[in-house]
């Protein structure tokens, strides 16, 4: 199954929210490098349940995310273990490995932009775990803030292009331009998320949209969850819900 992840931007959306640390200096130009020690390591383990046609498509998964060079780059490495469960057969192992870059050439105190790319392998141990081929994703981020910083609105728009693989399975072509809303109420926040999507290999709009709710357990660890639903032509699941646990360090 060609699953698309509703949770790609979730760790970026937290940190970018929480931990963005301001240290321009006056008079400095706002695109020079190394003005803002912006990201810091991070570890997000979350478990997403999805409902399907044909079944359950679990995902447990380990994100780590380190700064390099002057911090503003950081790499991104996804495992997923992946358990599916249908009429006839139940599942569990490895899924597609993910690894990525992402780099903020611009930020100040209520906005941003930032860059994203992101390699997924054809690594899963069984097909139904994964989509059978490499997979090279860029991506692009605006982020500003509303109501005295009290509201977080961050767009993006990826791209998913299959360069390699098994020649048996569906070539993956999907773009996706996904709007999210945050909203800060002292130590929790709520968010609202919606993706619209259009696979254009099978000429689908395989769509979704979440409503999320998280808190800020210690200064360095928040969790969260998210019920979503999907909707569109050619969606590749029913509802899901998603919960997870953010620490930063």
Same mark, same amino acid.
């Given at each position: 199954?060609?699953?698309?992840?509703?949770?790609?931007?979730?760790?970026?959306?937290?940190?970018?929210?929480?931990?963005?640390?301001?240290?321009?200096?006056?008079?400095?130009?706002?695109?020079?490098?190394?003005?803002?020690?912006?990201?810091?390591?991070?570890?997000?383990?979350?478990?997403?349940?999805?409902?399907?046609?044909?079944?359950?498509?679990?995902?447990?998964?380990?994100?780590?995310?380190?700064?390099?060079?002057?911090?503003?780059?950081?790499?991104?490495?996804?495992?997923?273990?992946?358990?599916?469960?249908?009429?006839?057969?139940?599942?569990?192992?490895?899924?597609?490995?993910?690894?990525?870059?992402? &780099?903020?050439? @611009?930020?100040?105190?209520?906005?941003? =932009? %930032?860059?994203? *790319?992101?390699?997924?392998? !054809?690594?899963?141990?069984?097909?139904?775990?994964?989509?059978?081929?490499?997979?090279?994703?860029?991506?692009?981020?605006?982020?500003?803030?509303?109501?005295?910083?009290?509201?977080?609105?961050?767009?993006?728009?990826?791209?998913?292009?299959?360069?390699?693989?098994?020649?048996?399975?569906?070539?993956?072509?999907?773009?996706?331009?996904?709007? &999210?809303?945050? @909203?800060?109420?002292?130590?929790?926040? =709520? %968010?609202?998320? *919606?993706?619209?999507?259009? !696979?254009?290999?099978?000429?689908?709009?395989?769509?979704?949209?979440?409503?999320?709710?998280?808190?800020?357990?210690?200064?360095?660890?928040?969790?969260?969850?998210?019920?979503?639903?999907?909707?569109?032509?050619?969606?590749?699941?029913?509802?899901?819900?998603?919960?997870?646990?953010?620490?930063?360090?």
């Amino acid at each position: 199954m060609n699953k698309l992840q509703l949770f790609y931007l979730l760790s970026f959306l937290i940190t970018f929210s929480i931990k963005a640390q301001d240290t321009l200096e006056p008079g400095k130009n706002p695109y020079t490098e190394a003005r803002y020690h912006y990201y810091l390591k991070t570890i997000l383990l979350f478990n997403e349940y999805l409902d399907t046609d044909s079944g359950s498509y679990n995902t447990t998964q380990l994100r780590f995310l380190h700064p390099i060079a002057n911090k503003a780059w950081n790499l991104r490495v996804d495992l997923p273990l992946i358990s599916t469960n249908t009429s006839s057969v139940n599942k569990t192992g490895i899924g597609d490995i993910g690894l990525g870059i992402s &780099y903020i050439p @611009y930020l100040d105190r209520s906005k941003g =932009i %930032a860059f994203r *790319v992101r390699v997924i392998s !054809n690594s899963a141990v069984d097909p139904a775990f994964g989509t059978g081929k490499w997979i090279f994703a860029p991506a692009l981020f605006y982020g500003t803030y509303f109501i005295n910083k009290k509201m977080l609105w961050i767009a993006s728009l990826e791209n998913q292009l299959s360069f390699a693989g098994s020649q048996n399975r569906q070539d993956i072509n999907t773009t996706a331009f996904e709007n &999210y809303l945050m @909203y800060f109420i002292g130590k929790n926040w =709520i %968010a609202a998320d *919606v993706a619209f999507r259009y !696979n254009a290999t099978n000429k689908g709009y395989p769509n979704n949209a979440f409503i999320e709710f998280g808190r800020k357990i210690t200064p360095n660890d928040m969790a969260y969850i998210h019920p979503s639903i999907a909707f569109g032509n050619q969606k590749t699941y029913n509802f899901g819900i998603e919960a997870g646990l953010l620490i930063l360090f």
